[in-house]
């Protein structure tokens, strides 16, 4: 599959960039995966403005980031949390995003990883970036992982200090993989679930 990669952080030394480059390295190692890693900064795209949109169209940045989307099979995101919800990053990209016909992020198996300097990893700001993702039609993968403490989680190469980390991550990508590269998602197979239930009940 094609699995492309990014964090919505434009920060340098972003540990959701860290997770993100080591999430990569796995996928890469697996060898049956072409893997895209690119950095937020290559799509700079300014604030959502519908007047903009009218005289000047899609940004460049926004155009490219789509065409990253649209290639590829299953989408990884490492995103910061911002006030206990989705970065402003993050939203203002699926904005864009979502002007565009067909929306690249529909039907799209995305897998959601996080970092924070808190207890949580982040993960509350990844509940609600499910939110605009399901309403495009994308699908994203139910378990997630979040690095802790981030600021203490890395040693000076930027791997994990714990290698249960390492273990977590490697776990959740292979389930996500192996479950992205199903040819059909579980609501394809909705119909033939529920008929199968009528049959039944009528035994
Ligand atoms: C505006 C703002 C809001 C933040 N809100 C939260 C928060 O709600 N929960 C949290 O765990 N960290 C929060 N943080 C801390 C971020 O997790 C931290 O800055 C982290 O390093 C951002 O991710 P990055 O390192 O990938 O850039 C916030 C940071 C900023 C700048």
């Not at 995103?79 to 970065?87: A, L, R, T």
């Not at 700001?125 to 600021?151: E, K, M, S, W």
Request: aromatic letters at 10%; one cysteine or more.
């Amino acid at each position: 599959m094609n699995i492309f990669l990014f964090a919505p952080s434009l920060r340098r030394g972003s540990y959701n960039k860290k997770v993100i480059r080591i999430a990569a390295q796995f996928v890469e190692s697996l060898q049956n995966h072409q893997v895209e890693l690119c950095e937020f900064n290559e799509f700079p795209m300014p604030m959502y403005d519908g007047d903009l949109e009218v005289s000047q169209g899609i940004p460049e940045g926004v155009l490219k980031l789509a065409k990253k989307i649209e290639t590829a099979d299953a989408v990884i995101i490492s995103s910061p949390e911002y006030n206990g919800s989705i970065p402003g990053t993050l939203k203002n990209a699926i904005d864009w995003l979502s002007r565009l016909d067909p929306v690249p992020l529909a039907r799209k198996q995305i897998c959601l990883l996080g970092a924070s300097p808190g207890n949580l990893g982040g993960v509350r700001g990844n509940i609600h970036a499910r939110v605009p993702f399901h309403i495009l039609g994308a699908f994203v993968y139910p378990d997630y992982f979040g690095v802790a403490r981030a600021h203490e989680a890395f040693d000076e190469n930027d791997k994990f200090k714990d290698p249960k980390q390492l273990e977590r991550l490697s776990a959740l990508l292979t389930d996500f993989l192996q479950f992205a590269s199903r040819k059909e998602t579980p609501f394809d197979r909705l119909n033939e679930f529920f008929d199968e239930q009528k049959d039944q009940t009528h035994l």
